[in-house]
């Protein structure tokens, strides 16, 4: 009875077994074919999705575009109006556009157009105005200027009579003629010039040069125009005049005047220290002295004075060999030699009557 129940229930074991079998592998084809089915539905959601999201793409540009182009027409009046404005004050028709804004905006450009307008023309006037005053300003300056140009070389020509006249006063306390400062003040150009002196340098010596004695109207006239030889006392007297002078131009500012206190103050210096009123020796001397001490001494011994008759070359040239190196700059003496012509040719110019 037992081996009939068990070989029954292997037979319903085997025949139930087989069944599961078939079973899962029908629901596994089931299942292959509905997951088959519902990606291929997916695909299609997609093509449909992407289809309708195309379409409507394609509605919003056409609408897109219509409205651009609609504006851009628009956009286009404005672009012409502006580029025409810089030729003129055209107006734009706000009729002429289609947008309630760009309506708005053509108003408000043609306020701005007259505004503009208004603002040009006021600037135009002002500079009208401007340019009027410019040129009434620039005339006055130019004006000022021409007078101050004027009046400076007015100030420097009374400073050369100044000074020319001062020096003819010390010349003739000492019975002496003008003729004299103007002589010397020409040798010293000269001698300036050919020492290398600048044009603008050589005219401030000789312009200043007439001074070099100014300091003798302080010189009593007993001494000042003694016919002999001067007493120890007497010299020293006489030898005070540089100082003098010097002291007189000092504490001017003036250039000119700074230069003719030099040469005042330095013109009786000799190069080798013997001379007064400091023993100033060789370059210590300023060039100014050392110049119009050669010409001063040529002209006064070409010169009939009080205390003695007018010397002939010959003796005069003697002198000043024979003091070169010792009262006179030897470079100094070379030079006037060299250029004697033209020194020659001013004492002849420049007379005493």
Known sequence: YNLIGFTRYEGLRKVLHDNVQKLEKELS???????????????????????????????????????????????NQ??????????????????????IEFKKLAHFANEMIDARSTAENHLKEAHSKLKDLNLSLEDRVKKGIAEIVELNNEIEDTQKELILTMGS???????????????????????????????VEAETLKIVSPMHDIGKIAIKDKILNKPGTYEAEEYEQMKKHAEIGYEMLKYSNRPLLKAAATVAHEHHENWDGSG???????????????????????????????YKKAWDDKKIFGLLMEERGKKFDPALVDLFFEHYDEIDKIRKTFTDS
């Open 29 to 75: 084809g089931t299942t292959a074919l509905v997951k088959e089915r519902v990606k291929k539905r997916k695909t299609l959601v997609k093509r449909i999705g992407m289809g309708i999201l195309l379409f409507t793409a394609l509605i919003m540009l056409l609408f897109i575009a219509t409205l651009f182009r609609k504006l851009h027409i628009t956009f």
């Open 78 to 99: 404005f672009i012409n109006f502006f580029k025409s404005s810089k030729k003129g004050y055209e107006k734009i028709d706000p009729e002429k556009v289609d947008y």
């Open 169 to 199: 006063i010390g010349e003739n306390r000492s019975k002496e003629t003008g003729n004299h400062v103007k002589r010397v003040a020409e040798y010293s150009k000269v001698l300036a010039l050919a020492y290398g002196m600048s044009e």
């Open 276 to 306: 007064y009123p400091r023993g100033l020796k060789g370059e210590e001397i300023h060039i100014y002295g050392r110049i119009v001490a050669i010409a001063d001494v040529f002209d006064a011994l070409c010169s009939t004075r009080v």
